[in-house]
């Protein structure tokens, strides 16, 4: 498919089919982890695709009480994200069923070969993500042209400690994301709502208009 229609179609799959991914297909689409840009061509990303069902179910089960605390704090309001009930819901299916999604990629980094160079701005740390996630979303994108669903989940970063052991993680190594792969038991998006180009997109200077913007909505 044409890459924009990747990008304008890959929603964060919620719902998954239990039906195997093939050895050949999960390999085609893990390979385009590895063309993503890395600071200094460093490549410090590398991968676990967790197929083993018990490994999988213990995955869910480090993951439930994370996204317990945090569905409690979206669902008394504690947390500022305008989602809807009917959006928390899909999201809680989610979460408790993760242990039946066929595939789930544990993304992995050599934390020493990151660059920290907005360390001293008094915020939270951006620029070391820049050597991490353009190979997830190679990943996730190479699966939606295949036909499959991802969805991309880092509050396993509160359980790094087992989730080490669990998948016997050397150090220096970091998990940074978990990626859910799987077929998607619902139709994909015919487009995926966004913001338009003229609310993001400036000129020059923050808040400058860019000429040409307003017809991408």
Not at 50 to 73: C, E, G, M, N, S
Not at 176 to 190: H, I, R, S, Y
Request: hydrophobic residues 45%; aromatic residues 8%; positive net charge.
């Amino acid at each position: 498919m044409e890459l924009l229609d990747a990008m304008q179609t890959m929603n964060a799959c919620r719902y998954y089919k239990p039906d195997p991914v093939s050895d050949d297909l999960l390999a085609k689409v893990l390979n385009a982890a590895r063309w993503a840009a890395t600071g200094s061509n460093k490549q410090p990303v590398s991968l676990i695709a967790v197929r083993d069902a018990a490994k999988r179910r213990a995955i869910h089960d480090l993951y439930q009480p994370i996204w317990d605390a945090a569905i409690q704090k979206y669902s008394s309001g504690e947390f500022r994200h305008g989602f809807t009930p009917s959006f928390l819901q899909h999201v809680d299916r989610f979460a408790r069923h993760i242990a039946e999604i066929p595939v789930h990629v544990v993304v992995c980094v050599e934390w020493r070969e990151l660059s920290t160079i907005d360390a001293n701005l008094g915020r939270t740390l951006l620029t070391p993500g820049s050597s991490i996630y353009p190979a997830v979303q190679n990943l996730m994108l190479a699966a939606r042209n295949e036909g499959l669903g991802t969805t991309l989940t880092t509050l396993l970063g509160l359980a790094e400690p087992q989730m080490k052991a669990l998948l016997e993680i050397p150090e220096p190594i970091a998990t940074a994301a978990v990626v859910m792969l799987g077929w998607p038991a619902k139709p994909f998006p015919k487009k995926l709502k966004r913001k338009p180009l003229a609310a993001m997109a400036f000129l020059d200077r923050y808040g400058a208009p860019l000429p040409a913007a307003d017809p991408y909505v």
